[in-house]
């Protein structure tokens, strides 16, 4: 197979694109991926201060790469979740990555900062762990990036993922989620803006770009993520995508484009009645009696009391 | 030829198939959801194989998206 720009030797097929590409053809692919989503949604400036939520895994260390190529002023946030070896060995990686670069990666453990990890939380809350952990995380993200001053969180949620999600939403008619789907979350009182850099790129083609950059990466899986109903999505949009090609990103960018905003004033309307959590002070809406639930789970996981208002 | 899985890591010993699209048709993988890394390289499914190759087949699904 010819790299379909300089007809050199292919190292991957993309068949989305109906294209193989070389190694120096295909980084050039990934960047121009990511500066077309950026500008498309005006998702940063030139200049902003940029925190890339860091986990470890291919799509975050390799935004992470991809942003500073791109000039971007970026630093990393790892938060430890305390899921044993598996939490353990990721960080490894995020380390190893910014010490090889020269980079910036701040560093917040769950269990020392809020006392409880997301096995314990997920038990107490009795959430399923992805839950717990994608509720937990978006709290940290957002709190770290507020207190640090930073102008933008973006994170490694790249076409699969948004696709998956999409799906989801979509089977069970999640309105309110549909309407809050975008890869740009503007900022608003108590919360940083948050982006999605990574829309325009499958996982397939963060892990190449990986691999050709000796990105090393954590591989394994999260233990706590077996079974999750987004894996399942993940391999049912594979099994389509393998007889059409192309049909992710088309689900995704259609809805962007032309079915998203049908839903923004379902979500616009609960972020419009959130109020400060009596104990974090995190926006939280009214239905919750006063407190958030990041603070409702670490109540739970610490036999912490928590103040409840009358909402 | 030998094959590296993941997720947990594990080793094949496999009689070299023509090419590396017929390697992954034969050990039933979705293309789209893997990486295929010959003697440290990206290979394309077109790629021809031998018998002192070896080749990781790296997943890329990652799950936990909530």
Redesign the interface.
Known sequence: ?KCRRCREP????L?RHNA?FCRDCFVRHCREQVRRAIDEFSMMQPGEHVLVAVSG???SLGLWHLLRELGYDADGLYVGLGIGDYSESSASYARAFAHEHGAQLLEIDLVDTYGFDIPEGSLAARRVP??A???SKRHVFNEAAMTHGYDVLATG?NL??EA??LFGNVLRWQTEYLGRQHPVLPAAPGFVRKVKPLIRL???E???YC??HGIDYI????P???G?R??GY??AL??I??RSPGTKAAFVSTFLERVHSRFVDEATGVRDDLRPCTTCGSPTPPSAAGVCAFCRIRARATGATIPVTAS | MKVVLRNPKRELDVPAPPNVGQLLRDLDVVPESVLVIRNDTLATHDERLSESDVVEIRPVVSGGTA
């Open positions: 197979m292919a190292i991957i097929e068949r193989g895994g291919k799509d992805c839950s952990c994608g509720l949620h699969d993922d998956a999600v499958g996982e397939r963060l892990a190449a691999v050709v591989v394994e899986e999260c706590m993520a077996e999750n987004h894996l993940k391999e594979n099994a995508e393998e």
